[in-house]
Protein backbone atom coordinates (compact mmCIF):
# COMPACT_ATOMS: atom_id res chain seq x y z
CA UNK A 1 0.00 0.00 0.00
CA UNK A 2 1.32 3.05 -1.06
CA UNK A 3 -1.08 5.66 0.33
CA UNK A 4 -3.19 8.01 -1.54
CA UNK A 5 -1.73 9.58 -4.96
CA UNK A 6 -2.49 11.94 -7.01
CA UNK A 7 -1.60 13.03 -10.70
CA UNK A 8 -0.38 15.21 -11.80
CA UNK A 9 1.46 17.27 -9.23
CA UNK A 10 1.48 20.83 -10.27
CA UNK A 11 -0.82 21.79 -13.29
CA UNK A 12 0.05 25.29 -15.16
CA UNK A 13 -2.85 26.16 -17.72
CA UNK A 14 -4.53 28.97 -19.15
CA UNK A 15 -7.68 30.90 -18.40
CA UNK A 16 -10.48 28.90 -19.98
CA UNK A 17 -8.72 25.86 -20.29
CA UNK A 18 -9.72 22.52 -18.83
CA UNK A 19 -8.19 20.29 -16.58
CA UNK A 20 -8.86 17.21 -15.06
CA UNK A 21 -7.11 15.78 -11.56
CA UNK A 22 -6.87 12.33 -10.56
CA UNK A 23 -7.10 10.72 -7.75
CA UNK A 24 -6.10 7.13 -6.39
CA UNK A 25 -7.26 6.23 -2.45
CA UNK A 26 -6.12 3.74 -0.71
CA UNK A 27 -7.75 0.61 -2.29
CA UNK A 28 -9.81 -0.72 0.81
CA UNK A 29 -11.07 2.85 1.24
CA UNK A 30 -14.78 3.58 0.58
CA UNK A 31 -15.12 7.08 1.07
CA UNK A 32 -12.99 9.57 -0.80
CA UNK A 33 -12.83 13.32 -0.37
CA UNK A 34 -11.98 16.77 -2.61
CA UNK A 35 -10.83 19.73 -0.51
CA UNK A 36 -9.12 23.08 -1.83
CA UNK A 37 -6.52 24.63 -0.26
CA UNK A 38 -5.60 28.27 -1.12
CA UNK A 39 -2.22 30.01 0.44
CA UNK A 40 -2.91 30.96 3.93
CA UNK A 41 -5.80 28.85 4.28
CA UNK A 42 -6.84 25.39 5.53
CA UNK A 43 -8.14 23.25 3.19
CA UNK A 44 -12.16 23.39 2.21
CA UNK A 45 -14.29 20.36 1.58
CA UNK A 46 -15.42 20.13 -1.90
CA UNK A 47 -17.27 17.26 -2.09
CA UNK A 48 -17.04 13.28 -1.07
CA UNK A 49 -18.07 9.87 -2.69
CA UNK A 50 -18.90 6.47 -1.09
CA UNK A 51 -18.24 4.13 -3.45
CA UNK A 52 -18.82 5.77 -6.70
CA UNK A 53 -21.63 7.52 -5.07
CA UNK A 54 -21.35 11.70 -4.55
CA UNK A 55 -22.90 12.19 -1.70
CA UNK A 56 -22.43 15.73 -0.78
CA UNK A 57 -20.85 19.03 -2.65
CA UNK A 58 -20.15 22.13 -1.31
CA UNK A 59 -21.18 25.38 -2.35
CA UNK A 60 -17.54 25.95 -3.27
CA UNK A 61 -18.36 23.13 -6.16
CA UNK A 62 -19.65 25.26 -8.92
CA UNK A 63 -21.08 24.31 -12.24
CA UNK A 64 -17.55 24.40 -13.70
CA UNK A 65 -16.33 21.81 -11.61
CA UNK A 66 -17.67 17.93 -11.80
CA UNK A 67 -16.18 15.05 -10.19
CA UNK A 68 -17.13 11.20 -10.85
CA UNK A 69 -15.84 8.30 -9.09
CA UNK A 70 -16.60 5.32 -11.15
CA UNK A 71 -16.88 1.62 -10.02
CA UNK A 72 -16.28 3.12 -6.37
CA UNK A 73 -12.12 3.13 -7.31
CA UNK A 74 -9.91 6.18 -8.55
CA UNK A 75 -11.98 9.56 -8.67
CA UNK A 76 -11.52 12.54 -11.45
CA UNK A 77 -11.92 16.45 -10.70
CA UNK A 78 -12.20 18.54 -13.85
CA UNK A 79 -12.85 22.18 -13.93
CA UNK A 80 -14.12 23.64 -17.00
CA UNK A 81 -13.20 26.98 -18.32
CA UNK A 82 -10.43 27.72 -15.60
CA UNK A 83 -10.38 31.16 -14.24
CA UNK A 84 -7.47 32.64 -12.18
CA UNK A 85 -9.50 31.69 -8.99
CA UNK A 86 -9.42 28.46 -9.16
CA UNK A 87 -5.62 28.68 -8.40
CA UNK A 88 -4.94 26.48 -5.56
CA UNK A 89 -3.83 23.31 -4.04
CA UNK A 90 -6.13 20.39 -5.05
CA UNK A 91 -6.26 17.62 -1.88
CA UNK A 92 -7.96 14.10 -2.57
CA UNK A 93 -8.46 12.03 0.81
CA UNK A 94 -9.69 8.51 1.08
CA UNK A 95 -11.20 7.03 4.61
CA UNK A 96 -12.82 3.48 5.52
CA UNK A 97 -16.07 2.78 6.52
CA UNK A 98 -19.30 5.03 7.24
CA UNK A 99 -18.87 5.72 11.41
CA UNK A 100 -18.22 8.80 12.45
CA UNK A 101 -14.44 9.77 13.52
CA UNK A 102 -12.44 7.82 10.94
CA UNK A 103 -9.27 9.17 9.39
CA UNK A 104 -8.73 10.53 6.10
CA UNK A 105 -5.69 10.08 4.86
CA UNK A 106 -4.89 12.67 2.57
CA UNK A 107 -2.58 12.14 -0.63
CA UNK A 108 0.21 15.42 -1.47
CA UNK A 109 -1.99 17.44 -3.78
CA UNK A 110 -2.59 18.89 -7.12
CA UNK A 111 -0.98 22.30 -7.56
CA UNK A 112 -3.38 24.33 -10.10
CA UNK A 113 -1.73 27.77 -11.69
CA UNK A 114 -4.13 29.54 -13.88
CA UNK A 115 -2.36 32.24 -16.15
CA UNK B 1 -21.92 28.06 11.03
CA UNK B 2 -19.62 25.23 12.19
CA UNK B 3 -16.18 26.55 12.57
CA UNK B 4 -12.99 25.96 13.44
CA UNK B 5 -10.46 28.81 14.78
CA UNK B 6 -6.65 28.52 14.88
CA UNK B 7 -6.03 31.98 16.41
CA UNK B 8 -2.24 31.97 16.23
CA UNK B 9 -0.96 32.52 12.59
CA UNK B 10 2.61 32.00 12.71
CA UNK B 11 4.43 30.80 15.97
CA UNK B 12 8.56 30.91 16.18
CA UNK B 13 9.92 28.68 18.87
CA UNK B 14 13.34 27.92 19.74
CA UNK B 15 14.59 24.42 19.79
CA UNK B 16 14.16 22.37 22.81
CA UNK B 17 11.24 24.88 23.87
CA UNK B 18 7.83 23.95 24.72
CA UNK B 19 5.25 24.55 22.37
CA UNK B 20 1.35 24.97 22.45
CA UNK B 21 -0.92 25.58 19.07
CA UNK B 22 -4.36 27.12 20.07
CA UNK B 23 -7.40 25.35 18.41
CA UNK B 24 -11.28 26.51 19.36
CA UNK B 25 -14.29 25.22 17.66
CA UNK B 26 -17.72 26.63 17.68
CA UNK B 27 -20.45 25.32 19.82
CA UNK B 28 -22.21 22.25 19.08
CA UNK B 29 -22.33 18.29 20.32
CA UNK B 30 -18.62 17.03 20.79
CA UNK B 31 -17.61 16.58 17.40
CA UNK B 32 -14.47 14.46 16.69
CA UNK B 33 -11.29 16.42 17.07
CA UNK B 34 -8.27 15.78 14.66
CA UNK B 35 -4.63 17.88 14.49
CA UNK B 36 -2.91 17.39 11.13
CA UNK B 37 0.12 18.69 10.30
CA UNK B 38 1.53 19.84 6.83
CA UNK B 39 5.11 20.15 5.58
CA UNK B 40 6.47 21.70 2.22
CA UNK B 41 5.46 19.58 -0.57
CA UNK B 42 3.93 16.72 1.62
CA UNK B 43 0.56 15.88 2.35
CA UNK B 44 -1.59 16.32 5.61
CA UNK B 45 0.09 14.02 8.28
CA UNK B 46 -2.56 13.40 11.27
CA UNK B 47 -1.29 13.79 14.37
CA UNK B 48 -3.70 12.67 16.85
CA UNK B 49 -7.36 12.51 16.94
CA UNK B 50 -10.06 12.50 20.05
CA UNK B 51 -13.31 10.60 19.83
CA UNK B 52 -14.52 10.27 23.74
CA UNK B 53 -12.62 8.99 26.84
CA UNK B 54 -9.70 10.37 28.28
CA UNK B 55 -9.63 14.20 27.19
CA UNK B 56 -5.63 13.94 26.89
CA UNK B 57 -4.57 12.64 23.86
CA UNK B 58 -1.38 11.29 22.62
CA UNK B 59 -0.36 11.72 19.05
CA UNK B 60 2.71 10.46 16.95
CA UNK B 61 6.34 12.22 17.39
CA UNK B 62 6.17 13.41 20.46
CA UNK B 63 2.65 15.54 20.14
CA UNK B 64 0.02 15.47 22.72
CA UNK B 65 -3.80 17.55 22.93
CA UNK B 66 -6.13 18.19 25.17
CA UNK B 67 -10.14 18.33 24.99
CA UNK B 68 -11.70 20.90 26.83
CA UNK B 69 -15.48 20.83 26.49
CA UNK B 70 -16.01 23.90 28.90
CA UNK B 71 -13.39 26.00 26.59
CA UNK B 72 -14.34 24.61 23.13
CA UNK B 73 -10.84 24.20 22.84
CA UNK B 74 -8.47 21.13 21.58
CA UNK B 75 -5.00 22.69 21.86
CA UNK B 76 -1.70 20.55 20.66
CA UNK B 77 1.34 20.45 23.06
CA UNK B 78 4.98 19.03 22.47
CA UNK B 79 7.25 19.96 25.71
CA UNK B 80 10.47 20.14 23.63
CA UNK B 81 10.46 20.71 19.94
CA UNK B 82 12.67 20.14 16.95
CA UNK B 83 13.79 21.60 14.44
CA UNK B 84 12.22 18.96 12.44
CA UNK B 85 8.67 20.11 13.54
CA UNK B 86 8.92 23.26 11.61
CA UNK B 87 5.77 23.41 9.57
CA UNK B 88 2.04 24.10 9.39
CA UNK B 89 -0.49 22.81 11.52
CA UNK B 90 -4.55 22.60 11.27
CA UNK B 91 -7.09 21.69 13.63
CA UNK B 92 -9.98 19.78 12.18
CA UNK B 93 -13.19 19.00 13.55
CA UNK B 94 -16.29 15.92 12.17
CA UNK B 95 -19.74 16.70 13.66
CA UNK B 96 -21.37 13.76 11.95
CA UNK B 97 -24.31 13.40 10.76
CA UNK B 98 -24.77 13.97 7.42
CA UNK B 99 -21.69 15.55 7.05
CA UNK B 100 -18.66 14.11 5.72
CA UNK B 101 -16.39 16.53 5.68
CA UNK B 102 -13.77 17.52 8.35
CA UNK B 103 -13.75 21.32 8.65
CA UNK B 104 -10.35 22.93 9.18
CA UNK B 105 -9.07 25.70 10.52
CA UNK B 106 -6.66 27.87 9.08
CA UNK B 107 -3.65 27.01 10.28
CA UNK B 108 -0.83 27.82 12.12
CA UNK B 109 2.69 27.91 10.36
CA UNK B 110 5.24 27.00 13.21
CA UNK B 111 8.91 28.06 12.65
CA UNK B 112 11.76 26.67 15.12
CA UNK B 113 15.32 28.82 15.96
CA UNK B 114 17.97 27.24 16.32
Known amino acids: DTGVSQDPRHKITKRGQNVTFRCDPI?????LYWYRQTLGQGPEFLTYFQNEAQLEKSRLLSDRFSAERPKGSFSTLEIQRTEQGDSAMYLCASSFGTSPGYEQFFGPGTRLTVL | AQSVTQPDIHITVSEGASLELRCNYSYGATPYLFWYVQSPGQGLQLLLK??????LVQGIKGFEAEFKRSQSSFNLRKPSVHWSDAAEYFC????????????FGKGTKLSVKP
Open chain 2, 92 to 103: AVFYGGSQGNLI
Open chain 1, 27 to 31: SEHNR
Open chain 2, 50 to 55: YFSGDT
